[in-house]
């Protein structure tokens, strides 16, 4: 079956690293993405990572996928009170026509 | 341009009006998607268009109907809805079903 599993919450200081942790079931995910979302609005899509790599960075952003054992990770370095929001990871599968399976979010507070 | 538009922002309907929320996108994605995200919860699929066809319809009620009038609108004609389904209906478009974009969204409340 399909399933993404997150943590549900985070704390962080301001100017520490946050990583965020994710897990799928399906070994056919063909992408994974990192998704943000602030109070009231839409989802931001943050990066998306093919799942052939191992890894991907983007300014503060670096994305771990260890494909053996199913793990996402998400790493904001040096975060800011900016960055507080719940976010998602999510996966679609080769055929699945566009369905993006969403974990149920983590919660991300930054600290001053 | 690479954005999605949804409109209106916000919505308060009665349960016997009919009314419309609207997406447009011209980044040239030829998939266009609808979600429901109730408070607290992740988005939950609702439609799938695919070059302007119905590709996935995820057993929503007849209240809620889609439109695709071309590859650049995506329509969700409500009708008689419910209490329950206020929720931010999210509208969202893709090339090739990866690299998805998500519009800002319509909170929708029924009363």
């Known amino acids: 079956g399909e399933d993404v599993e997150q943590s549900l919450f985070l704390s962080v200081r301001e100017g520490d690293s946050s990583v965020i942790n994710c897990t799928y079931t399906?070994?056919?995910?063909?992408?994974l993405y990192w998704y943000k979302q602030e109070p009231g609005a839409g989802l931001q899509l943050l990066t998306y990572?093919?799942?052939?790599?191992d890894m991907k960075q983007d300014q503060r952003l670096t994305v771990l996928l260890n494909k053996k054992d199913k793990h996402l990770s998400l790493r904001i370095a040096d975060t800011q009170t900016g960055d507080s929001a719940i976010y998602f990871c999510?996966?679609?599968?080769?055929?699945?026509?566009?369905?993006?399976?969403f974990g149920k979010g983590t919660k991300l507070s930054v600290k001053p | 341009d690479t954005e999605v538009t949804q409109t209106p922002k916000h919505l308060v309907m009665g349960m016997t009006n009919k009314k419309s929320l609207k997406c447009e996108q011209h980044?040239?994605?030829?998939?266009m998607y609808w979600y429901k995200q109730k408070a607290k919860k992740p988005p939950e699929l609702m439609f799938v268009?695919?070059?302007?066809?119905?590709?996935i319809n995820e057993s929503v009620p007849s209240r809620f109907s889609p439109e695709c009038p071309n590859s650049s609108l995506l329509n969700l004609h409500l009708h008689a809805l419910q209490p329950e389904d206020s929720a931010l209906y999210l509208c969202?478009?893709?090339?090739?079903?990866?690299?998805?974009?998500f519009g800002s969204g319509t909170r929708l409340t029924v009363v």
């Open positions: 969202a478009s893709s090339q090739d079903f990866y690299g998805y974009t």
């Open positions: 399906d070994s056919s995910s063909t992408y």
């Open positions: 990572i093919f799942s052939n790599m």
């Open positions: 999510a996966e679609s599968m080769r055929g699945s026509q566009g369905n993006l399976i």
């Open positions: 980044m040239g994605h030829r998939a």
């Open positions: 268009y695919s070059y302007e066809k119905l590709s």
